[in-house]
């Protein structure tokens, strides 16, 4: 089976599995998902949006984050790891925004990745997610979860979002991400991957070199 045949049936598996795959992480507007996305990097989901409500209340636009005294920042989101530089970054993102793009958050991957900080996992989530754009966006649990069943085989994340977007088709690709992410943090662990009870195991190749190594 050629990869964009794999890929179909994995797809399809994966949204019986979860119907209605959205971003775990709570916002309004792009800004709001870029910002916590930015507060997102090695915290949980969980934790971030207990904390944005507060903090978007106060903070509503990219003047808002440029204009905030830096200390006031760092206090409204001091429960978030790394929150001094998680404050700086925004702050730094945000005055570009400002000074480049009039304050309103560009749509373009390529737009999106010249401000500080945003990688094309950030861009691309905030493209798929909040401007309902096809983008794919590699994250940790993309990366492990496409390799394993051998939809990608590297480790560099922009290779791997080229190989999907070469084999998934475009209006599957936002869908696609979030169906990943969720079968990453589901099942497909980073530690013990649930391979027993996973429903694409049929066409996994970590599987099934398992499968024949024990055989
Ligand atoms: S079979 Fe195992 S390794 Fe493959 S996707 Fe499922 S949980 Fe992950």
């Known amino acids: 089976m050629d990869k964009t045949e794999k890929a179909k049936k994995i797809v399809g598996i994966l949204i019986k599995e979860y ?19 930015i507060l997102s990097a090695q915290c949980t989901d969980e934790r971030v949006n207990k904390v944005i409500p ?13 204009d905030s005294d830096l200390k006031e920042l760092e206090e409204s989101i001091r429960s978030i790891n790394f929150y001094k530089n998680k404050a700086k970054s925004i702050k730094e993102c945000c005055k570009v925004i400002v000074q480049d793009f009039n304050g309103r958050l560009p749509d373009t991957v390529e737009e999106l990745i010249t401000l500080p900080g945003v990688g094309r996992k950030t861009a691309n989530i905030v493209l798929g997610s909040a401007f309902g754009k096809d983008a794919i966006a590699v994250d940790t649990h993309v990366k492990r ?8 085989e590297s480790d560099n994340p922009d290779k791997i979002e080229r190989e999907l977007l070469r084999i998934i088709p475009r209006n599957k690709w936002t869908l696609s991400t979030n169906l990943l992410i969720l079968h990453g943090r589901n099942i497909c662990g980073a530690k013990q991957p649930l391979c027993e009870i996973c429903k694409v195991k049929k066409y996994c190749d970590f599987f099934n070199i398992s499968l024949n190594e024990k055989t």
Do not use: C, H
């Open 19 to 37: 119907p209605n795959p959205k971003i775990a992480l709570n916002f309004k507007t792009p800004l709001q998902l870029l910002v916590a996305t």
């Open 145 to 152: 979860v496409s390799n394993r069943i051998g939809l990608a």
């Open 54 to 66: 507060e903090l978007f209340k106060r903070f509503k636009t990219a003047e808002d984050f440029t």
